[in-house]
């Protein structure tokens, strides 16, 4: 099981009570970002191409706990940024921990190992490794050597001293099916709790903008990824956007399912577009112009993302919404291994596909 039943059941409970009120808007995840800078420059990153001054700011624990009493979201996760490196990273976990949250703390691992000793094992609380595949893949696609192996010495670590521990994988055109797949093999022996992966979204402020996946090769790379499933692997999030992924359903955005506070306030209209900031959550809620996003709208921001910030809120709405629903969630949860003779994943060894090709850039200074 890649999730412990109370977290299931927390979040199922929560999803249908919103629906038996009849709200539409509702939030499952809060994407809460304390701050902006990192100790990585990735070249497919639109988070950290801020000037000095900005990414020197960071919110307060007071901040953190405002916003997400506000949201009431379950779900809290932290990206950024690297959440590490906020000097009160510690006490803004030990807040969210006394309000019963499950916390999703992102990182790239670099500094996980010296600061593991800060936190305290919970069922509450999950570190996700930021891992991009294997070793070379990896380092270069956050432009940098041995952050691979720092990560994966850190995860071993974490898992040895009782954490749960999830990745989170990014992928761009020109990733390798077959080597995606030995990632999740290896991620499987090393232990973590699952895995959680989303094509990359086409930041306007990201230095390689070549790189980023249509919506049509999304389809085709994660039907080549995903088919002929091994039992071995687990995925933390919802089956039928997995499934959404390989082309097998359709949905549309869920936008207001992720919202995102950080040190500019609440983000319009989602944690991957900057189209304005509310003060509130009620304001964001209220006043942003939904119908304006997502692939359906005719947003040529839009038109390619198929990420989990925007999908994965359908993909849950779907689950809880009707007795398809539900029942489509468990055939994927217990018959997910897609067999499809048009795919190759029989591991069979073969040359090794090309590493793609990515910007290399300075790390900023923080």
Not at 51 to 77: R, W, Y
Not at 252 to 265: A, E, L, Q, V
Request: hydrophobic content about 35%; glycine content about 8%; charged content about 20%.
């Amino acid at each position: 099981m890649p999730v412990p039943v109370s977290q299931m059941w927390t979040v199922a409970s929560y999803v249908l009570g919103q629906k038996l009120k009849r709200r539409k808007h509702f939030p499952v995840v809060l994407m809460l970002e304390p701050l902006m800078r990192c100790n990585l420059a990735c070249a497919g990153c639109g988070k950290i191409q801020y000037p000095g001054h900005i990414l020197k700011k960071e919110l307060t624990p007071e901040q953190c706990f405002n916003a997400v009493d506000e949201c009431g979201a379950p779900m809290v996760s932290i990206p950024g940024g690297e959440p590490l490196m906020h000097p009160q990273i510690v006490e803004i976990v030990e807040g969210l921990l006394a309000r019963k949250k499950y916390i999703y703390l992102c990182t790239n691992g670099l500094l996980l190992k010296e600061k593991l000793h800060l936190f305290k094992p919970s069922k509450y609380l999950s570190f996700v490794v930021h891992m991009d595949g294997l070793k070379e893949h990896h380092d270069f696609a956050v432009c940098r050597e041995g952050t691979y192996d720092k990560a994966l010495e850190a995860i071993k670590l974490a898992l040895a001293r009782g954490f749960r521990v999830t990745t989170n994988t990014t992928l761009f055109d020109g990733a390798d099916p077959q080597s995606v797949r030995e990632f999740f093999d290896t991620m499987m022996e090393v232990g973590v709790e699952g895995m959680m992966l989303s094509p990359g979204y086409t930041y306007d402020k990201a230095p390689d903008q070549e790189h980023f996946l249509s919506k049509n090769k999304t389809r085709r790379l994660f039907r080549q990824i995903l088919s002929n499933r091994h039992e071995k692997w687990q995925f933390n999030m919802s089956p039928l956007f997995l499934e959404y992924l390989m082309g097998k359903r359709e949905y549309k955005c869920t936008p207001w399912g992720m919202p995102t506070y950080n040190i500019f306030g609440w983000q319009k209209p989602c944690y991957l577009l900057q189209d304005g900031y509310a003060d509130t959550f009620d304001e964001l809620i209220n006043t942003t112009k939904w119908e304006r996003y997502g692939t359906e709208s005719g947003n040529p921001k839009c038109a390619n993302c198929m990420v989990h910030s925007g999908y994965e809120a359908s993909a849950v709405n779907h689950t809880f919404g009707s007795l398809g629903g539900l029942w489509a969630t468990a055939k994927a949860t217990f018959f997910h291994r897609y067999p499809d003779p048009e795919v190759d994943n029989d591991q069979t060894p073969r040359p090794k596909a090309p590493t793609p090709t990515l910007v290399h850039i300075t790390t900023p200074e923080s």
